[in-house]
């Protein structure tokens, strides 16, 4: 699934580029085609895609010749913050990965006002994407950047870890999660890896416990908050932040959550230090790459109520791709020559 999403963004987003006519030559400097036709794309990604990009470009090379990807990587907190100086200081790649909605100063809904991303309104893989989700992948009704699609969240874990803590099944209620935490830290184990450094991660286990809590009570708890009948401190809110709370007390975190990096939340996991993460599921590949074993890593719904059936698993829109709309066209240059 994970190569499927990477393949069609290759695709879709070098399609968009050429559309947008960005391009640099291949031997550095000016923006656009080389003379002879080709074209290198500039490209910023998250590190743990490298792999996959790499594996990828290559195969989109077989389709297109003439196209070139000169890629960089780099973790998700010091990337954002690069990429938005770019961006205004006007050399940012021609391509790079942002994120849906609005909570980042890389979020789509961030960038659309400054016109530092291209509007690729016109590009005909839009049609396809439900109308419940277009709005997040863009602003004023039009479309500034691709993304792979929906992923869920629950927890990662190493079987290794609970079969060593004597767990002999994964969780499948609150009191059950505890219940393993708690033989986890007995046998010496991080029971959950938090990597909250990386501003993202802080909102995993709220997202992944408010579906199961907060919003069965009442279902329209996000409007009722709108229009001011309910708050976060006299809603099921309450609940899912005492229960984040309660892990953290009784110990259940690695020793400063707030100064760890997503990157080493994974490492933890993969190498069997800690034996939980609440993540997306599609950072489950790169931990199973990263551990010794990869039979050892595994995947359950995150059991956030008592009653072990009816669980809401939450499910966020990936991070994607954007184009830099400070780049002149590819005709501009060649008509220039």
């Given at each position: 699934m994970k190569s499927w999403s990477v393949v069609f963004c290759v695709a879709a987003v070098a399609a968009t580029a050429s559309a947008c006519g960005s391009g640099t030559q291949d031997s550095g400097g000016a923006s656009g085609a080389t003379t002879d036709g080709n074209v290198t794309l500039t490209l910023t990604a998250i590190t743990d895609a490298k792999p996959a990009w790499e594996e990828l470009f290559a195969q989109y090379k077989k389709v297109e010749p003439n196209v070139t990807f000169k890629a960089s990587f780099s973790p998700t907190?010091?990337?954002?913050?690069?990429?938005r100086a770019q961006l205004g200081g006007g050399n940012a790649p021609d391509l790079f990965v942002n994120w849906p909605g609005n909570g980042s100063a890389m979020a789509v809904q961030q960038l659309a006002p400054s016109g530092l991303v291209a509007d690729i309104s016109d590009q005909a893989w839009i049609k396809a994407v439900p109308d419940g989700i277009k709005p997040l992948l863009g602003a004023g009704g039009k479309t500034y950047m691709w993304s792979p699609g929906v992923t869920p969240i629950g927890i990662i874990y190493s079987k290794k870890a609970f079969e060593e803590a004597g767990i002999a099944a994964t969780p499948k209620t609150w009191t059950e999660l505890l219940a393993a935490a708690r033989k986890l830290k007995a046998a010496g184990k991080i029971p959950f890896a938090v990597g909250n450094q990386t501003p993202w991660i802080t909102q995993l286990i709220p997202y992944a416990i408010a579906p199961s809590t907060a919003f069965a009570e009442d279902p329209n708890l996000a409007q009722d908050m709108l229009d001011g009948k309910k708050t976060f401190s006299n809603s099921g809110w309450r609940t899912v932040y005492e229960r984040y709370l309660e892990l953290?007390?009784?110990?259940?975190?690695?020793?400063?959550?707030?100064?760890?990096?997503?990157?080493?939340?994974?490492?933890?996991?993969?190498?069997?230090k800690a034996a939980m993460a609440v993540q997306v599921s599609a950072v489950a590949p790169p931990i199973t790459d990263a551990a010794k074993n990869s039979k050892d890593i595994g995947l359950f719904p995150f059991p956030a109520n008592d009653a072990g059936t009816d669980l809401k698993i939450p499910a966020g829109l990936g991070a994607g791709y954007g184009v830099s709309a400070n780049r002149p066209t590819i005709a501009e240059i060649a008509g220039s020559r």
């Amino acid at each position: 699934m994970k190569s499927w999403s990477v393949v069609f963004c290759v695709a879709a987003v070098a399609a968009t580029a050429s559309a947008c006519g960005s391009g640099t030559q291949d031997s550095g400097g000016a923006s656009g085609a080389t003379t002879d036709g080709n074209v290198t794309l500039t490209l910023t990604a998250i590190t743990d895609a490298k792999p996959a990009w790499e594996e990828l470009f290559a195969q989109y090379k077989k389709v297109e010749p003439n196209v070139t990807f000169k890629a960089s990587f780099s973790p998700t907190d010091q990337l954002q913050t690069a990429l938005r100086a770019q961006l205004g200081g006007g050399n940012a790649p021609d391509l790079f990965v942002n994120w849906p909605g609005n909570g980042s100063a890389m979020a789509v809904q961030q960038l659309a006002p400054s016109g530092l991303v291209a509007d690729i309104s016109d590009q005909a893989w839009i049609k396809a994407v439900p109308d419940g989700i277009k709005p997040l992948l863009g602003a004023g009704g039009k479309t500034y950047m691709w993304s792979p699609g929906v992923t869920p969240i629950g927890i990662i874990y190493s079987k290794k870890a609970f079969e060593e803590a004597g767990i002999a099944a994964t969780p499948k209620t609150w009191t059950e999660l505890l219940a393993a935490a708690r033989k986890l830290k007995a046998a010496g184990k991080i029971p959950f890896a938090v990597g909250n450094q990386t501003p993202w991660i802080t909102q995993l286990i709220p997202y992944a416990i408010a579906p199961s809590t907060a919003f069965a009570e009442d279902p329209n708890l996000a409007q009722d908050m709108l229009d001011g009948k309910k708050t976060f401190s006299n809603s099921g809110w309450r609940t899912v932040y005492e229960r984040y709370l309660e892990l953290e007390k009784k110990g259940y975190f690695n020793p400063s959550p707030n100064g760890t990096t997503f990157e080493q939340q994974q490492a933890m996991v993969a190498q069997g230090k800690a034996a939980m993460a609440v993540q997306v599921s599609a950072v489950a590949p790169p931990i199973t790459d990263a551990a010794k074993n990869s039979k050892d890593i595994g995947l359950f719904p995150f059991p956030a109520n008592d009653a072990g059936t009816d669980l809401k698993i939450p499910a966020g829109l990936g991070a994607g791709y954007g184009v830099s709309a400070n780049r002149p066209t590819i005709a501009e240059i060649a008509g220039s020559r």
